[in-house]
């Protein structure tokens, strides 16, 4: 049995440091201080983020994303149809990104941001085809 433990946000966040100007080249070495998970859940995690810029595309093929804007704003692009759809969040607000939809962020200025995240994730630096 999983031994139930207290998670603080706050102190979260004082082990993260804001990633100024991420790009979808930006690696995981780049970006790994401003990205922490807070807890293993189900068959992922729930992290949290700090950051400004723009992220890859990425899709969740085995379960529904969580997505929760503590702080900041972000503009939340989904891929359907090979249409993007454009989703403004603001601190406060929450979306559910479907299953094995791909989606990206645009944040041009600083955003504060908790996934619950299901396990894989998939990148791709381009945006994706309609067959991927």
Same mark, same amino acid.
């Given at each position: 049995m999983t031994k139930s433990k207290v998670i603080s946000i706050e102190e979260g966040f004082s082990r993260v440091k804001f990633?100024?100007?991420?790009?979808?080249?930006t690696t995981s070495e780049e970006a790994k201080n401003a990205f922490s998970l807070l807890s293993h859940y189900r068959d992922g995690g729930i992290y949290i !983020?700090?950051?400004s810029g723009y992220s890859e595309w990425e899709k969740h093929p085995n379960g529904d994303e969580f997505v929760q804007i503590l702080e900041g704003k972000t503009t939340l692009i989904l891929l359907k149809n090979s249409q993007e759809l454009h989703n403004e969040l603001i601190g406060g607000q929450i979306f559910v990104i479907p299953k094995g939809v791909w989606h990206r962020f645009e944040s041009p200025? !600083?955003?504060k941001v908790m996934t619950i995240t299901p396990q894989p994730t998939v990148h791709s630096v381009r945006k994706p085809s309609r067959k991927k």
């Open positions: 990633l100024n100007e991420r790009t979808p080249e !983020s700090y950051y200025d !600083s955003v």
